[in-house]
């Protein structure tokens, strides 16, 4: 918990640990919660939540949750399926928006919308969200969507999106959001899994300054598919827009005349809420089932819990809703707490990189969660773009995507979170729908750590024979026992739900993520299975390799792949883009090289380091690996629609291969 020798005002970083300001941890929810239990500790709070963890769940479903009817039973627990709250009616809408719009918060911000333009900002009370909802879900009704129909969203950060996907909830259907950055391709391989009826997208947005047609390509991606009878399109940015008669229709007239009042269908606990694709096997996107009990009562509690959130705050997480991150922690999480949030449209660095820093100036953010890639994008242009503004209101700060290097939360929380602000450094997936592994505002802080399972989760770290692993070795994050926002069930795949998550530990869910545990118990997460080097028979995480080269002067990023070696199995390769002052010659390569291997030890030394303008992405911002490799090697890519900036993977050169 806090040191106490520390205050507000001071780093307090004690053989490797940051700890939360003392008023922070004084007041902070999980705290209040604790002195109700009677609970002295952090570790004592963490160890009753683990060996009571129904009777735990139970506590935060009544807590954070109304239900229309309550639940008789909490949890049955017949591996690989769970069923939680049982005989229970709720609807998630209700607890995200109309309780909200009925009580003292009515006339309360739910979100602050900032546009990519800048000065396009619309500020929308808790009231007016339920209006548009409300509005929304008439219409729909009208075209006869019901109960289990699906519904395609395709937007970008724009209200329209949240108040889609409420109003489908409202009614009991299900929406399936593809991002805003997928390609046609992409999205109609979603699309034709879960065959929509509807699907909302609009004329286009902005990137950078510059407006982005987005309707052509939802045209190009439903071709020739019969599923979808109506096109919904937001006028975003008036940009001329092909419609179809008959089939197409804006908006604001599809909305017309419709009542401001809907009534919310109360819905079984285990209803599926939404489906969201993930990567799956051999390519083809995997369609994740969540349900309105679990996303009434997961993201709801984390978000308390891990950010702290009060009514005071303004809350701001800079993701995507095309993904797990945007619905758990800008829709549905905040929303059914009642907060404040931000909803950014566009790019950090436009106009400038001082955008995010003056968003959190001028609307007083005091709750940030970001992912480390943008950290390290501001670290790379330097500490003066936040130093030119005021952000004295940030209190705590999050993380998620991947593995945070120690270097990124310890610059962050200099410049950003004002020498103090703690970060909550988060371990989740599409599959878990909240967070699983997370500190909490009383918890030591390792940078790079997300710290501990989170109360209501028990989980290890085994290796491939389900044995828990000595401390500073490597192994499977498996989550032992069921928690109320996991999936339900792969959308029409039964045998992949098993397969894929339950198979290779019975009654144990697999994540196909890797970690290793330090002596103290600290979980540091590694990415995925196929992201861990094995190097002459030792494991060694790529993301490990890459913070290690991205600690080097002159390096801005890096990305690590193994290739074949006939000695050590595999050998390490660096892609390395350079700062600009760096030279790419041969001595900078064979400093890079020794560096990492000062750093990591002889083993980790990388065999090859090869500059490149630009990592290849995803649209998270994480490198694609899988497909680096693959074009270093000359090997078939496949679907490389995730590509956030393909004519970076173009340049991959060929690696000989020893």
Not at 74 to 103: C, E
């Amino acid at each position: 918990m806090a040191d106490e020798k520390s205050d507000k005002s001071v780093q307090t970083a004690e053989q490797g640990l940051y700890y939360p300001p003392r008023d922070l941890v004084e007041n902070s929810n999980v705290m209040a919660w604790m002195k109700t239990k009677g609970l002295k500790s952090e570790s004592e709070m963490r160890e009753w939540c683990s060996k009571n963890y129904t009777q735990f769940w139970n506590e935060m479903a009544q807590t954070y949750a109304d239900w229309f009817e309550p639940y008789k039973q909490t949890l049955q627990w017949k591996a690989p399926f769970a069923k939680w709250f049982m005989g229970g009616k709720i609807n998630v809408a209700y607890n995200a928006v109309d309780r909200h719009a009925t009580s003292w918060r009515r006339n309360k911000l739910a979100y602050i919308f900032v546009g990519e333009p800048v000065g396009d900002v619309r500020k929308i009370t808790y009231f007016e969200l339920s209006r548009e909802v409300n509005r929304f879900a008439n219409a729909l009704k009208a075209e006869g969507i019901k109960k289990g129909d699906r519904v395609g969203i395709y937007l970008p950060m724009i209200p329209e999106l949240p108040v889609a996907m409420l109003a489908c909830a409202k009614l009991g259907a299900i929406h399936v959001v593809v991002f805003s950055g997928f390609s046609a391709v992409a999205i109609r391989d979603r699309l034709e899994d879960c065959q929509p009826k509807i699907l909302v997208t609009c004329d286009g947005s902005y990137r950078r300054g510059k407006p982005i047609a987005t309707k052509p390509q939802a045209d190009e991606a439903i071709t020739g598919l019969k599923c979808i009878e109506k096109i919904v399109v937001v006028k975003r940015n008036g940009q001329e827009t092909p419609m179809t008669a008959g089939r197409d229709v804006w908006w604001n007239e599809f909305i017309a005349g419709q009542s401001g009042s809907c009534e919310t269908l109360p819905m079984d606990s285990a209803d599926p809420l939404f489906i969201l694709y993930t990567a799956g096997a051999a390519g083809k996107p995997r369609g994740i089932v969540h349900t309105h009990a679990g996303m009434s009562v997961g993201p709801a509690f984390t978000t308390s819990w891990v950010f702290d959130i009060k009514d005071t705050d303004v809350y701001w997480s800079t993701a995507d809703i095309g993904w797990i991150t945007g619905h758990s922690y800008i829709a549905y999480g905040p929303l059914c707490l009642g907060a404040t949030s931000i909803m950014y449209e566009g790019s950090p660095d436009y106009p400038d990189f001082g955008r995010w820093f003056k968003i959190i100036e001028d609307y007083g953010v005091s709750v940030i969660y970001t992912a480390p890639t943008a950290i390290r994008m501001f670290m790379n242009e330097g500490p003066s773009w936040p130093q030119k503004y005021d952000l004295s209101t940030v209190r705590l700060m999050g993380s998620v995507g991947e593995a945070m290097n120690p270097d990124a939360f310890i610059w962050w929380r200099k410049y950003v979170g004002n020498g103090f602000a703690p970060i909550m450094d988060t371990w989740f997936q599409s599959e878990t729908g909240s967070q699983v592994i997370a500190p909490l505002p009383i918890t030591p802080l390792k940078p790079g750590s997300p710290s501990f399972a989170l109360p209501g989760y028990n989980v290890e770290v085994v290796d491939d024979n389900g044995i828990a692993v000595s401390a500073g070795s490597t192994g499977n994050i498996l989550i032992t026992n069921p928690w109320p926002s996991m999936l339900r069930e792969v959308y029409q795949d039964p045998a992949g739900y098993n397969e894929t998550y339950w198979a290779a530990f019975p009654g144990k869910y697999f994540s196909g993520d890797k970690a290793r545990v330090d002596g103290d118990g600290y979980i540091w997460a590694l990415g995925r299975g196929d992201d861990v080097l094995k190097v002459a028979g030792h494991r060694i995480s790529n993301a490990e390799v890459e913070a290690s080269a991205e600690k080097h002067p002159s390096v801005a990023a890096a990305a690590v792949v193994g290739k074949p070696d006939k000695v050590k199995g595999e050998s390490i390769v660096v892609f390395a883009v350079l700062k600009p002052e760096a030279k790419p010659d041969a001595a900078l390569e064979k400093d890079i090289k020794n560096f990492v291997r000062k750093t990591l030890g002889p083993i980790a030394i990388p065999s090859d380091v090869i500059f490149v303008d630009d990592i290849p992405r995803n649209k998270a911002g994480k490198p694609v690996r899988t497909l680096i490799k693959a074009k270093a090697l000359g090997e078939a890519l496949g679907d490389t629609s995730a590509v956030a900036n393909p004519k970076a993977l173009d340049a991959i050169p060929l690696l000989a291969k020893k």
